[in-house]
């Protein structure tokens, strides 16, 4: 490992100044992920910024909104009584996520900036754009079973113009996604807010950035504002083990619902996209209408005409079809 400087700031100011003055320079905070990184020679800051004693630890309700520190514990938010109660689908989502032991280390700033599991990005003797850009994607004619199914989208590309074909690992991710969360980051310019359908990207360009933040900021907090998802919301994770393995496919799905009929929906995907996979017309084909198999079955097929398979993962486009179906129906309470 490169012998790197070790920095402890006390605020948040102090770890923005230390991070902005130095391109190599690199956050940690539970370590579960950039640890592995940096002994694989993957990562190799000059400069480690442990955030561990910045005051970002809370979990507040304040107004309309739940807001989260940064450095609050995937477990402690997993339990948290306002979690539980007025967000489920996320407390779901990081129980389906890891195991207990990482859980207790891994906090929610370093769950939204972990890195792909792709193996072309771990393994140094192999071609990879995001280790190293212009490399070439190994990924692309090799093992991809696990990859992407979702590109850049209608006439913004699509496998061809994607550089990096691997997916986003977080199960995290996909619920705030589905919860059109908030990030709060903190960089040399002060506070900024982006919403979580922006704040990861594509691979259409730079596939060495997994996110939109600039250089030395911080995310301090995420944000989810109230709303009435909390009674039919399924978190729904298919992978080859029960535990301790990434999603092959994810479905985080939140109903709205009175009177029988559903009033509001939303929907993403994980494990399917280099970023969350956010299905924005959901919402148009379910509001009024009553919950059947039938209907989730065509709002499953209608998400899936946008897929494109790779040599070895087509099984990914009927398993994330038939995941939608399950998520919706245990989501708005039908057998
Ligand atoms: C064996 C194994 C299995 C796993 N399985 C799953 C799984 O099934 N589902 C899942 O979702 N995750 C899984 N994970 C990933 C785990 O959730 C992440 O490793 C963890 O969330 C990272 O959090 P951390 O605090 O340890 O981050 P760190 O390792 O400390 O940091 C990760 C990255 O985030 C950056 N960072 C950290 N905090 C901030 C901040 N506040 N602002 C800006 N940048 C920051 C760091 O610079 C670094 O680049 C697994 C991990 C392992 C090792």
Redesign the pocket.
């Known amino acids: 490992m490169k012998p790197f400087q070790y920095l402890r700031p006390k605020t948040v100011q102090e770890a923005v100044t230390m991070a902005t003055d130095n391109p190599e320079a690199?956050?940690?905070?539970?370590?579960?992920?950039?640890?592995?990184?940096m002994k694989r020679g993957i990562?190799s800051p000059s400069k480690l910024i442990d955030?561990n004693h910045l005051p970002?630890k809370k979990i507040e309700h304040r107004y309309d909104r739940l807001r989260i520190g940064?450095?609050v514990l995937?477990s402690d938010l997993a339990q948290h009584k306002a979690v539980l109660t007025r967000q489920p689908l996320l407390a779901q989502a990081l129980l389906?996520?890891?195991?207990g032991q990482?859980?207790n280390?891994?906090?929610?700033?370093?769950?939204?900036?972990?890195?792909t599991r792709c193996s072309y990005f771990y393994d140094l003797a192999l071609p990879c754009n995001k280790r190293k850009p212009g490399a070439g994607c190994g990924a692309e004619e090799g093992i991809n079973r696990t990859h992407a199914i979702f590109f850049a989208g209608n006439g913004f590309g699509g496998i061809e113009k994607s550089s990096c074909i691997a997916v986003h690992?977080?199960?995290?991710?996909v619920a705030l996604t589905a919860l059109e969360t908030t990030v709060v980051i903190n960089g040399p310019d002060g506070e900024r807010r982006v919403m979580m359908k922006d704040f990861h990207r594509l691979s259409t360009q730079q596939p060495e950035l997994d996110t939109n933040?600039g250089p030395g900021?911080?995310?301090?907090a995420i944000e989810v504002v109230d709303n009435a998802f909390a009674k039919h919301s399924h978190y729904l994770k298919v992978?080859d083990r029960a535990s301790?393995?990434?999603?092959l496919v994810s479905v985080a799905a939140a109903l709205q619902m009175d009177g029988g009929r559903i009033w509001d929906a939303r929907m993403a995907l994980g494990g399917v996209a280099h970023k969350p996979w956010r299905y924005w017309s959901i919402d148009l084909m379910l509001r009024g209408q009553v919950p059947s198999e039938k209907l989730f079955r065509e709002v499953a097929e209608h998400e899936m005409e946008g897929a494109k398979a790779t040599a070895q993962n087509a099984f990914k486009i009927k398993l994330a079809s038939n995941a939608m179906v399950a998520a919706l129906k245990t989501a708005a309470g039908i057998s």
Do not use: H, K
């Open positions: 690199q956050y940690i905070a539970g370590g579960t992920n950039l640890v592995d990184l990562a955030i970002l940064a450095l995937n389906a996520g890891a195991s990482l859980r280390m891994a906090t929610v700033g370093g769950n939204l900036l972990q890195r690992p977080s199960d995290m991710c933040l900021e911080l995310v301090t992978r301790y393995a990434f999603a």
